[in-house]
């Protein structure tokens, strides 16, 4: 990458590595989808369980903000997760513009299914990594976020 006057290295450097592991993650993950799922369900789909896991019912937009996603994109998504019977979509009564998505016990289910999966990323991430080093670069990750936040 050529840079322009007044970048500094490092930022870029850093900036750079960041895409590089995310996209690798993303890789890493797809290939799994495929090796052991048979891509019964992709890559974004398990995203969004993986956000509905932790929260277990949330408006469609904080769905797209999690994932990275324009909320209109995430539609058909959705649309598949609940043909599949994953998740149910309902108005939200705030906001009749705004849908709430929940998670069904099927797609509860899910994560027994796809944790032994989603460690062995873990496992390879880490690698062989100390756990100081893993909060050092958590702690660095976070204050870079920190900066951005406006």
């Known amino acids: ?22 996209q690798a993650i993303k890789q890493l993950a ?3 989808l495929r090796e052991l799922y048979d891509r019964e369900i992709t890559y974004e789909a398990l995203q969004v ?13 904080e769905v797209a903000n999690a994932i990275q996603k324009h909320k209109a994109s995430l539609t058909p998504l959705l649309d598949s997760l609940v043909e599949m019977g994953l998740v149910t979509r309902s108005e939200d009564p705030g906001d009749r513009r705004n849908k709430i998505i ?49």
């Open 30 to 32: 797809q290939q799994k």
């Open 1 to 22: 990458m050529t840079r322009k006057s007044g970048e500094e290295p490092a930022v870029v450097d850093l900036v750079d590595a960041i895409i590089s592991v995310r």
């Open 102 to 150: 929940t998670l069904t016990k099927k797609g509860k289910e899910y994560k027994k299914k796809f944790t032994p999966m989603i460690n062995d990323i873990y496992r390879v991430v880490r690698g062989n990594i100390p756990d100081d080093h893993l909060k050092e670069a958590t702690s660095l990750l976070l204050s870079i976020k920190e900066n951005m936040i406006l």
């Open 49 to 61: 369980l993986i956000v509905l896991w932790k929260k277990h019912q949330i408006n469609q937009q």
